[in-house]
Nanobody
Framework: QVQLVQSGGGSVQAGGSLRLSCAAS????????MGWFRQPPGKEREFVAA????????YYADSVKGRFTISRDNAKNTVYLQMNSLKPEDTAVYYC??????????????????WGQGTQVTVSS
């Protein structure tokens, strides 16, 4: 079992930046590949970014590539999502997720077993 607690998020104008954090407790953090997903209003949850257990492999949705950066600090049991050049279409509830079944950065929602509580990100034009 692992518990994920998110922090960060909030409201920002277009072009601004935010950083999300996701702190894990429980089993060894480095046993988990981690991901970030988001759910825009009225839409399904979608993949944003993922990082492998060691952090040497990352993957991004095309919509955020070049603007968002996922990273992890295994010593602090924390994964981050740095979001730059934010756009109104980035408005969503953001979730971090963990999987022990897959070591690679996976984009598939169903491969993640544990989820954070979600945090709202609102980008105004």
């Amino acid at each position: 079992q692992v518990q994920l607690v998110q922090s960060g998020g909030g409201s920002v104008q277009a072009g601004g930046s935010l950083r999300l954090s996701c702190a894990a407790s429980g089993r060894t953090f480095s046993s988990y590949a981690m991901g970030w997903f988001r759910q825009p209003p009225g839409k399904e949850r979608e993949f944003v970014a993922a990082i492998s257990r060691s952090g040497d492999s990352t993957y991004y949705a095309d919509s955020v590539k070049g603007r968002f950066t996922i990273s992890r600090d295994n010593a602090k049991n924390t994964v981050y999502l740095q979001m730059n050049s934010l756009k109104p279409e980035d408005t969503a509830v953001y979730y971090c997720a963990a999987t022990a079944r897959f070591g690679i950065a996976t984009t598939i929602v169903g491969r993640y077993d544990y989820w954070g509580q979600g945090t709202q990100v609102t980008v105004s034009s």
